[in-house]
């Protein structure tokens, strides 16, 4: 899945991943899931320099906590 957001597939793996995710729903919450993941991951780095940011993995798992 993350070569696929990655774009690193070649383009017939990914039209026949693209086409299974148009109707795995368990894929297409799986592929949410790492969305989810890579902007907690995006967003450690913008914390406020005068705050202590929360341990990363505390974040991670808050984050996939929560509802979609």
Do not use: N, T
């Amino acid at each position: 899945m993350s070569d696929y957001l990655d774009d690193e597939l070649r383009q017939v793996v990914r039209r026949r991943l693209a086409r299974h995710l148009s109707e795995c729903h368990e894929c297409q919450e799986l592929l949410a899931s790492l969305r989810q993941v890579l902007a907690v991951l995006q967003g450690a780095g913008a914390a406020d320099a005068y705050e202590p940011a929360p341990p990363l993995a505390a974040a991670v798992l808050a984050r996939l906590d929560e509802p979609a």
